[in-house]
């Protein structure tokens, strides 16, 4: 009895044991699982919190443009930096003019002198000048210059028609350069206004120094920013205009080279028209 007794109670201690293992195990477990959630939490509410605060920083870089040049623009004195930005706008406004005054003048040359020498050839002068007038560009102009002294009685002399040309060309070639030394008077002065912005700035530093009666850096910064930021935007317009001007510099010399090549053109062709007094 007493064997059976302790074989229970030797059974009952294992189970009992065996129970407090799988419970403490489960425990276990659910600790686990627990710690597993609130760190998953955690890192969520982190991935949130960092997310939260890099927008600003993504909204502050993508920031526009013209807002950064506008807040530069206050912070450089507003007098001077209208005076550079007023140089800006009237050398884009001449560039642009002269940019759209030299892409309408220039033509397929070497087409229109084919043309030309074909009606020349077979004795239409009228026709030929009818298509230099509906020619847009300085060749075509040159053309019909020539082109009507060949067709008059008078100046149809191989010396009056090349003296008609050189002077054609003469009057085309003032023509493509109208307007240009307004550009470079902007490209020259926007720098100057900035130099002038930056004299005066430093003039503030000083008279702001005088007054406080001390050097520190707090004193002499508001008038070197102003000197800084004056002198930064006139050279970035002059770099701008300088920039259309090489460009508009480039089309006038190549509009003159075709002008060049069309006028020995018109020489050969008019000593070949019967129409012209050798």
């Given at each position: 009895?007493?064997k059976?007794?302790?074989?229970?109670?030797?059974v009952?201690?294992?189970s009992?044991?065996?129970?407090s293992n799988?419970?403490?195990?489960?425990?276990?477990?659910?600790?686990?699982t627990?710690q597993?959630?609130?760190a998953?939490?955690?890192?969520?509410?982190?991935e949130?919190?960092?997310?939260?605060v890099?927008?600003?920083?993504?909204?502050?870089?993508?920031?526009?443009?013209?807002?950064?040049l506008?807040?530069?623009?206050i912070?450089?004195?507003?007098?001077f930096?209208?005076?550079v930005?007023?140089?800006?706008?009237?050398?884009?406004?001449?560039?642009?003019?002269r940019?759209?005054?030299?892409?309408?003048a220039q033509?397929?040359?070497?087409?229109?002198?084919?043309?030309?020498?074909a009606?020349?050839?077979?004795?239409?002068?009228?026709?030929?000048?009818?298509?230099?007038?509906?020619?847009?560009?300085?060749?075509?102009?040159v053309?019909?210059?020539a082109?009507?002294?060949l067709n008059?009685?008078e100046?149809?002399?191989i010396?009056s028609?090349?003296?008609?040309i050189?002077?054609?060309?003469?009057?085309q070639?003032?023509y493509?350069?109208q307007?240009?030394?307004?550009i470079?008077f902007?490209?020259?002065s926007?720098p100057s206004?900035?130099f002038?912005?930056?004299?005066?700035?430093m003039?503030?530093?000083f008279d702001?120094?005088?007054?406080?009666?001390d050097i520190s850096p707090?004193?002499?910064?508001?008038?070197?920013?102003?000197?800084l930021?004056?002198?930064?935007?006139g050279?970035v317009v002059?770099?701008?205009?300088?920039?259309?001007y090489?460009?508009?510099?480039?089309?006038?010399e190549?509009l003159?080279?075709?002008?060049?090549?069309?006028?020995q053109?018109?020489?050969?062709m008019?000593?070949?028209?019967?129409k012209c007094?050798?």
């Amino acid at each position: 009895m007493k064997k059976l007794f302790a074989i229970v109670a030797l059974v009952a201690a294992c189970s009992f044991a065996a129970t407090s293992n799988v419970m403490a195990q489960e425990e276990a477990e659910e600790a686990a699982t627990e710690q597993v959630d609130t760190a998953a939490v955690d890192t969520a509410a982190a991935e949130a919190a960092v997310e939260a605060v890099e927008t600003p920083v993504v909204e502050e870089e993508s920031e526009s443009l013209h807002k950064v040049l506008k807040t530069k623009f206050i912070e450089g004195d507003a007098g001077f930096m209208s005076l550079v930005a007023l140089a800006l706008v009237l050398g884009l406004a001449f560039c642009i003019e002269r940019v759209i005054y030299l892409t309408l003048a220039q033509v397929n040359t070497r087409k229109f002198m084919g043309d030309l020498a074909a009606l020349v050839g077979a004795d239409k002068v009228e026709e030929a000048i009818e298509l230099c007038k509906a020619t847009r560009g300085p060749v075509a102009q040159v053309s019909r210059k020539a082109l009507v002294c060949l067709n008059s009685k008078e100046q149809n002399d191989i010396s009056s028609i090349e003296r008609a040309i050189n002077t054609e060309a003469e009057i085309q070639g003032s023509y493509l350069e109208q307007h240009c030394s307004w550009i470079t008077f902007f490209i020259a002065s926007a720098p100057s206004l900035g130099f002038l912005g930056t004299v005066i700035g430093m003039v503030m530093a000083f008279d702001t120094i005088e007054k406080a009666g001390d050097i520190s850096p707090t004193v002499v910064a508001g008038g070197m920013k102003v000197a800084l930021i004056t002198t930064i935007f006139g050279i970035v317009v002059a770099l701008i205009l300088q920039l259309f001007y090489n460009f508009i510099l480039g089309s006038i010399e190549g509009l003159t080279a075709n002008m060049e090549e069309a006028a020995q053109e018109l020489l050969t062709m008019c000593v070949k028209s019967p129409k012209c007094q050798k």
